[in-house]
């Protein structure tokens, strides 16, 4: 999926730092067929180094993507923050091997970095996605209130059936 507006054209920009930014939200996720993400409001600062004969482009990204708990399906906003630093170079066709080092062909004018946006804020969602009131004992759902219910009792209680050895051996550990 190509989305223009993060096509980044570099013939026209001067040598030295160009910023771009993105207000990114669900329609993004949505255009590369993600749907995990029940909405989005994610800022992207992009900063493109223009040198000689490279480019080095630094992203950042922050904001929320809201998601639903894996243990109790409850949605909740998830705050998220990613970097990531690619160095673009010219080379004789593009090669995208590399996580860090991106080639494309001499004649390119511009630059797409929709994809490495996508997988960027993508890996920044954790893997287990846990709602807050879940681990401080807030959130009140009826998924929780069934778990609760479902858990094995502990049961402590002394049974009287003992081996008289074991008997006699504590008690050498109590007497000193």
Same mark, same amino acid.
């Given at each position: 999926?190509?989305?223009?507006?993060?096509?980044?054209?570099?013939?026209?920009?001067?040598? /030295?730092?160009?910023?771009?930014?993105?207000?990114?939200?669900?329609?993004?996720?949505?255009?590369?067929?993600?749907?995990?993400? @029940?909405?989005?409001?994610?800022?992207? &600062?992009?900063?493109? @180094?223009? #040198?000689?004969?490279?480019?080095?482009?630094?992203?950042?990204?922050?904001?929320?993507? @809201?998601?639903?708990?894996?243990?109790?399906?409850?949605? $909740?906003?998830?705050?998220?923050?990613?970097?990531?630093?690619?160095?673009?170079?010219?080379?004789?066709? $593009?090669?995208?091997?590399?996580?860090?080092?991106?080639?494309?062909?001499?004649?390119?004018?511009?630059?797409?970095?929709?994809?490495?946006?996508?997988? #960027?804020?993508?890996?920044?969602?954790?893997?287990?996605?846990?709602?807050?009131?879940?681990?401080?004992?807030?959130?009140?759902?009826?998924?929780?209130?069934?778990? *609760?219910?479902?858990? !094995?009792?502990?049961? &402590? /209680?002394?049974?009287? @059936?003992?081996? !008289?050895?074991?008997? *006699?051996? &504590?008690?050498?550990?109590?007497?000193?």
């Amino acid at each position: 999926m190509k989305l223009k507006e993060f096509f980044i054209p570099f013939t026209g920009l001067k040598l /030295g730092k160009h910023e771009f930014e993105y207000v990114i939200d669900n329609t993004f996720f949505e255009s590369f067929g993600y749907e995990e993400f @029940n909405g989005a409001s994610i800022t992207l &600062k992009a900063v493109l @180094n223009k #040198m000689g004969t490279m480019m080095e482009l630094d992203i950042h990204a922050s904001g929320s993507v @809201n998601v639903d708990c894996d243990l109790t399906s409850e949605p $909740y906003d998830q705050t998220i923050t990613s970097d990531l630093q690619l160095v673009i170079k010219f080379g004789e066709a $593009y090669n995208d091997e590399n996580d860090e080092i991106l080639i494309i062909p001499h004649g390119e004018h511009q630059i797409n970095i929709a994809q490495y946006v996508y997988e #960027m804020l993508v890996l920044a969602v954790p893997q287990k996605r846990v709602h807050p009131g879940v681990l401080d004992g807030t959130l009140k759902s009826e998924a929780l209130d069934k778990l *609760e219910e479902l858990q !094995p009792k502990e049961t &402590k /209680g002394k049974t009287e @059936n003992t081996d !008289p050895r074991w008997d *006699e051996l &504590k008690r050498l550990l109590t007497d000193k």
